[in-house]
């Protein structure tokens, strides 16, 4: 199973982007659905999350500026991003994971980039 993540792209810093995930072929309401980041010479770490039931979590430097989403109807998760910083610069990944099962699926990664 590949997840196809999109909607990255260069945007200037206090601007907005929105990244989407799609994730064919799997019981996308079985997963819990995350978006984690990996900057040039840092290590990859968990940006948000959202559970089966719609409980979400933030990384703490994006709280209030990000927002998760899913839509199990259309087996997709968005993920919301404003004010965004140059800090904010990294490839962005899509990851499901089945809590009960432990199956894991990650995306290709899209590339979000903030400068000036």
């Known amino acids: 199973v590949q997840l196809q993540a999109s909607g990255g792209g260069p945007v200037q810093p206090g601007g907005s982007l929105r990244l989407s995930c799609a994730a064919p072929?799997?019981?996308?309401?079985?997963?819990?659905m995350s978006w984690y980041r990996q900057a040039p010479g840092k290590q990859r770490e968990l940006v948000a999350t959202?559970?089966?039931?719609?409980?979400?979590g933030y990384l703490d430097s994006v709280k209030g500026r990000f927002t998760i989403s899913r839509d199990n109807a259309k087996n997709t998760v968005l993920l919301q991003m404003n004010s965004l910083k140059t800090e904010d610069t990294a490839v962005y990944y899509c990851?499901?994971?089945?809590?009960?099962?432990?199956?894991?699926?990650w995306g290709q990664g899209t590339q979000v980039t903030v400068s000036s």
């Open positions: 990851n499901a994971w089945a809590t009960i099962s432990g199956q894991d699926y």
């Open positions: 072929g799997i019981i996308f309401s079985l997963y819990t």
């Open positions: 959202i559970a089966r039931d719609g409980t979400t």
